[in-house]
């Protein structure tokens, strides 16, 4: 299991992520708010303004205040640094 982190201290699992994308899409705005009504919406962002959205395969939808290009950036120094 491959840990990220996407802000804060918080970690996602890196194998269980699906997509990271920004949140100024209306598609993705109605994604954030059925994931809340639904109880699957993870916020990160500790009261900042949310500049990515990490979707996973257990369909959750976590917020975080780091850019998708950042986010993406920690994935590759893990892909490139795999601890076993």
């Known amino acids: 299991m491959k840990l990220i982190n996407i802000g804060f201290g918080n970690l996602v699992n890196a194998d269980r992520v699906v997509a990271v994308v920004v949140p100024d899409s209306a598609p993705v705005k109605r994604i954030i708010q059925n ?3 639904a109880g699957r919406l993870i916020d ?3 009261g900042r303004k949310t500049l990515s959205v990490v979707f996973t395969d257990s ?3 976590i917020l975080s205040y780091m ?3 950042k986010v993406l950036e920690k994935f590759n ?8």
């Open 67 to 69: 850019k998708p290009e």
């Open 44 to 46: 990160v962002t500790q």
């Open 59 to 61: 369909e959750h939808v």
């Open 77 to 84: 120094e893990e892909n490139e640094h795999p601890e076993d």
């Open 35 to 37: 994931a809340k009504d």
